[in-house]
């Protein structure tokens, strides 16, 4: 769930033997630029795995950071994962799920939603384990996308809806979780999202490390943003310094997390 490394990157583990086991191990232990650099090797030297490891590359470069690069990537991609795969194939719906939710970080919040939403829509079609994970991260997109363009009711009730279909203690769930505190500090239920923020919280230190490394700095964020709606800036501010320079670590400067969090450091500051 990122999954998806972007909101909720979706991942098919490589089969055994596969050429892009380093890359994905790289990329779970958050060494992106490695992940990336091996991935485009396998690609170069491995025709036969080029596509799947051009799609690492993407989602390594889009957690450093590096987002207009990794939709370029995406965008590159999806012909030919149609063209190989087949429109609804599992592959290919991951695909566009994480190259939807890389359109968060550019702020392109209606284009995310409309292809999220169609994700999902398709995912309900397929069959197999992979598929309700699949649909829970595109609708987990959805829901950033349409709280980042103020619709936060609308956003609360997708977040209740795809929360009540999870029975997993998993990232995925973690994500779905933040979405929902996010929509209810954007309608000024500060407590409500308080006590979301804290269950999220909860759900993170039980997660691997490798689970929780995605939502570096999330959870601080949504616990911070009900504080200060809560007029308790002062002790907000050290949770999101603290979450601005893990995401430095994590993900690199440029990245869009990175930006919410010096976003909120000017609203406290500006206070």
């Known amino acids: 769930m990122k999954l998806f490394r972007s909101r909720d990157r979706v991942d098919t583990p490589p089969p055994a033997g596969s050429p892009l ?35 690492i590359v993407a989602t390594a470069l889009g957690a450093q950071g590096r987002h207009a690069e990794a939709l370029a990537e995406y965008d590159a991609l999806l012909p030919v994962f149609g063209r190989k795969y087949g429109a609804e194939h599992l592959l290919t719906l991951q695909l566009r799920s994480n190259r939807a939710q890389t359109l968060i970080a550019l702020d392109r919040y209606a284009e995310c939603e409309v292809e999220c939403a169609a994700v999902a829509r398709a995912a309900v079609r397929g069959t197999g384990p992979q598929i309700p994970i699949l649909a829970g991260a595109a609708r987990n997109g959805q829901i950033y996308a349409v709280n980042a363009q103020g619709r936060h009711e ?34 000024a239920r500060h407590e409500e999202a308080l006590t979301e923020a804290q269950r999220a919280e909860d759900l993170q230190r039980s997660l691997s490390e490798a689970q929780r490394r995605p939502e570096t700095g ?11 709606g809560l007029g308790r800036s002062a002790e907000a501010r050290p949770l999101v310094v603290a979450a601005r320079d893990a995401c430095v670590a994590a993900f690199g400067p440029d990245h869009y997390r990175v930006a919410e969090a010096r976003a909120l450091l000017d609203r406290i500051d500006g206070a």
Do not use: C, I, K
């Open 218 to 228: 999330a959870v601080e964020l949504a616990t911070a943003t009900a504080l200060v």
């Open 21 to 55: 086991h380093l890359a994905n191990d790289h990329f779970r232990a958050g060494r992106y630029a490695e992940a990336a650099a091996e991935a485009r090797a396998v690609a170069e030297g491995d025709p036969r795995h080029a596509p799947p490891a051009r799609s």
């Open 154 to 187: 609308e956003a609360e009730a997708l977040a209740r809806d795809a929360l009540t279909a999870r029975d997993s203690p998993d990232r995925l769930t973690l994500a779905l979780r933040l979405g929902l505190a996010r929509s209810l500090n954007g309608q």
